[in-house]
């Protein structure tokens, strides 16, 4: 059952959410850099982006948090969902977001070379289905319609969600607010600072390597 809910765009900092969440004992949590190890879930949120119906218990099983994409795409349906869990947005300056976005992971979403496994194309799919058709509406490369879209997903979120329920992060703000929030102790290490863009290509290299060697 999930506690916590990531109402960020990815690019706003969701993986060191992720670390900081499970480092709290809000683990697992769900990005989408997970369905690499767990390309069973790829189904599941594709038919969530086609409109079929959904078993949210199904999608999260063994899950206690979720932050990125693919589900900041269903917010309103997890938080209506989860009515005790806390939700946290991620936020950061637009066009710094855009920019990050459309270099990354956008840039890897639609790299019209072959897939390297049949994991990572199936990903592509779903990325594609969920976020930049989605999401987007197929429009991400017009910088202002897609900070348009990442602004009023920001407000909608502000506006509908119970200001109690809700936390507006900066991962620069570090670790005091988001205890406060949750209600925990602040650990005694450093708050994780990492780059979804690295650890994305360090996945990949990993799973591109893995696969290999179990077809060799």
């Not at 060191?16 to 683990?27: D, H, M, P, R, V």
């Not at 639609?110 to 897939?115: E, F, G, K, Q």
């Amino acid at each position: 059952m999930l506690e916590v809910i990531g109402a960020g765009f990815g690019r706003t900092g969701t993986f060191s959410l992720k670390a900081a969440l499970e480092t709290l004992g809000f683990g697992p949590c769900h990005h989408m850099l997970g369905m690499l190890e767990h390309p069973e879930e790829i189904p599941m949120w594709r038919r969530a982006a086609q409109g079929g119906p959904v078993d949210w218990e199904e999608v999260y099983r063994g899950y206690r948090s979720s932050v990125d994409w693919p589900g900041v795409r269903f917010w309103r349906d997890l938080v209506a969902r989860y009515p005790k869990a806390k939700v946290i947005l991620t936020v950061r300056d637009p066009q710094r977001w855009y920019d990050s976005a459309r270099a990354t992971i956008h840039r890897a979403a639609v790299d019209p070379a072959p897939a390297p496994t049949p994991v990572i194309r199936d990903m592509k799919t779903m990325s594609r289905e969920v976020v930049w058709d989605g999401q987007f509406g197929g429009l991400f490369t017009d910088a202002e319609h897609a900070m348009r879209v990442f602004r009023e997903h920001n407000e909608a979120v502000r506006r509908e969600v119970d200001p109690e329920r809700l936390l507006v992060f900066e991962i620069a703000d570090g670790w005091e607010p988001l205890c406060r929030f949750l209600d925990v102790p602040v650990p005694d290490v450093p708050f994780p600072r990492s780059n979804d863009k690295d650890e994305f290509d360090s996945k990949l290299r990993e799973h591109v390597t893995g696969a290999m060697t179990t077809t060799t």
